[in-house]
Nanobody, 124 residues
Framework: QVQLVESGGGLVQAGGSLRLSCVAS????????MGWFRQAPEKEREFVAA????????DYANSVKGRFTISRDNAKNTVYLQMKSLKPEDTAVYYCAASSRRYTPKVWDEYNYWGQGTQVTVSS
């Protein structure tokens, strides 16, 4: 069992930056691929970014490529999402998730564990 707790969300103006963090419980953090998803009101949950177990590979949604950076610190059981040049359309609840897959999934149902989410609001 893995428990995930996100933090770092908030209200920011367009063009601003935020860094989300997700701390995982347990001693097996490095055995999971980690991902970030987001869900805006009345929209489906969508993939944002994912990172492999040893940070060898990352994957991003086209909508955030070049603006967001995913990273992880296995010693701290933490995955991060650095968000820059934020846009109003980035407004959503952001979730971190852990997957036991050997690749970086982009589909939510390939992730085994989820955090409770953190709200990000970007004002215009």
């Amino acid at each position: 069992q893995v428990q995930l707790v996100e933090s770092g969300g908030g209200l920011v103006q367009a063009g601003g930056s935020l860094r989300l963090s997700c701390v995982a419980s347990g001693r097996t953090f490095s055995s999971y691929v980690m991902g970030w998803f987001r869900q805006a009101p009345e929209k489906e949950r969508e993939f944002v970014a994912a990172i492999s177990r040893m940070s060898v590979s990352t994957d991003y949604a086209n909508s955030v490529k070049g603006r967001f950076t995913i990273s992880r610190d296995n010693a701290k059981n933490t995955v991060y999402l650095q968000m820059k040049s934020l846009k109003p359309e980035d407004t959503a609840v952001y979730y971190c998730a852990a997957s036991s897959r050997r690749y970086t999934p982009k589909v939510w149902d390939e992730y085994n564990y989820w955090g409770q989410g953190t709200q990000v609001t970007v004002s215009s």
